[in-house]
């Protein structure tokens, strides 16, 4: 079956009870046992077993990501945070130089006081990778296509590099999603997603999901943490996140269109001096994104010639694009990371980061004009 169909038909039965079509949403926290403890329908408390659609949305993702097992948590970082927690003590952890910010904090704060240290490291360089290597190196976390720049790592080629030492490889699968790039299919072992993003789709739920190409001793181990430390998806979420996931290839079919109008339109000025978006022929890594990608996603970002100023004038002219973080939503918005950074901010002070949304790309390509146009006017 192809994935599209997947995602409409995966975990999607009739409700046994009463016929519904539509899933139907559980709230409850329990479930009834026999008098032994004896579970009816393999659910007894919410922390530790799950719910019916929360059963449903780890069924249908992992059918989307070729998983053997999936798990949700409140949020993507609660899900990433899960997998780094169940990293012996000692271990050694990389992740590239060009990640999502909460990851470096995650490395940084979280996991060196409980004995497992992170390093970054251009994962787009094979060579890199190989040097930074070490034999305590367990996991190779890798973030493609990457927050903020869009920078593109070659999955299966760092999952024989790693395999080869003896660490595991997860990626996180946020700006792609199964639709665009499936990792376990190219070899990695563990796929994050920030289900806040394409999989909800509508900037109203938050989630994170962890899909595992075997249901191994590490992905006991999470599932272990995960109902000991209780960081678990509300049933509500789930429900809306499985509801978004119904229709995210349609979606995302329309975010990599717009995207493209919109990262060709921004190619084109003279304002802008370079484009991140791995659609464009001229991206340094467009050769491997072509290869392991179906399409190129809804992210792009932008550094500008003028610097900070010219950044965030031009953040600030723009009416359809809305100035806010997070991204896969139905709306445009733009964001300059810097500022939302803290102090000492990792992204270029003339980085501009969109989201594209699913307006239609002509009304897009019109409010970047008109903002650009007052720039050098
Ligand atoms: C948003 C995001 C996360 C974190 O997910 P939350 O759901 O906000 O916890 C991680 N990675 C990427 C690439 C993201 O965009």
Redesign the pocket.
């Known amino acids: 079956m192809k994935i599209e169909t997947l995602a409409v038909h995966a975990a999607s039965e009739p409700d046994a009870a009463s016929g519904a079509v539509a899933t139907p949403i559980s709230l409850s926290t329990t479930f009834r046992h026999g008098p032994a403890g004896e579970r009816e329908h393999g659910f007894e408390y919410i922390r530790g077993t799950g719910n019916p659609v929360e059963q449903r949305l780890e069924s249908a993702i992992a059918a989307l990501e070729q998983g053997e097992v999936a798990a949700m948590f409140a949020?993507?970082?609660?899900a990433?945070s899960a997998l780094f927690m169940s990293l012996p003590r000692g271990a050694h952890a990389l992740i590239p130089r060009d990640v999502?910010m909460?990851?470096r904090i995650l490395g940084a704060e979280i996991m060196a006081p409980v004995g497992v240290t992170v390093s970054s490291v251009d994962t787009t360089s094979l060579d890199r990778v190989r040097e930074a290597l070490t034999p305590a190196t367990k996991l190779v976390w890798v973030?493609t296509p990457s927050?903020p720049k869009l920078e593109v790592s070659d999955i299966a080629a760092i999952a024989q590099l790693a395999h080869a030492r003896g660490a595991l490889v997860a990626v996180?699968n946020?700006?792609a999603t199964p639709l665009l790039q499936q990792p376990l299919v190219l070899g990695a072992d563990v796929v994050?997603h920030?289900?806040?993003?394409y999989f909800g789709g509508h900037s109203d739920v938050?989630?994170?999901a962890l899909a595992f190409a075997r249901r191994d001793e590490l992905a006991e181990r999470v599932l272990h943490y995960r109902h000991v430390t209780g960081g678990v998806l509300a049933p509500f979420n789930a429900w809306l996140i499985l509801r978004g996931l119904r229709s995210m290839p349609a979606r995302l079919a329309w975010h990599c269109r717009n995207a493209r109008a919109v990262a060709e339109f921004l190619a084109s000025r003279p304002e802008v001096e370079r484009v991140n978006w791995p659609g464009l022929p001229g991206h340094a890594n467009h050769a491997v994104a072509k290869a392991q990608m179906r399409d190129f996603g809804g992210m792009l970002s932008v550094e500008m010639r003028g610097g900070r100023e010219a950044a965030l004038r031009l953040a600030s002219r723009l009416k359809l694009f809305t100035n806010a973080t997070?991204?896969g939503g139905v709306e445009s918005l733009v964001e300059h990371r810097a500022s939302v950074e803290g102090e000492h901010p990792h992204s270029p002070q003339s980085l501009l980061r969109f989201s594209v949304g699913l307006e239609h790309p002509d009304d897009l390509v019109e409010d970047l004009r008109q903002a650009l146009d007052h720039e050098s006017g």
């Open positions: 949020s993507g970082m609660a990433a999502y909460g990851m973030e927050n996180d946020t700006f994050m920030s289900a806040t993003k938050m989630g994170g997070s991204l």
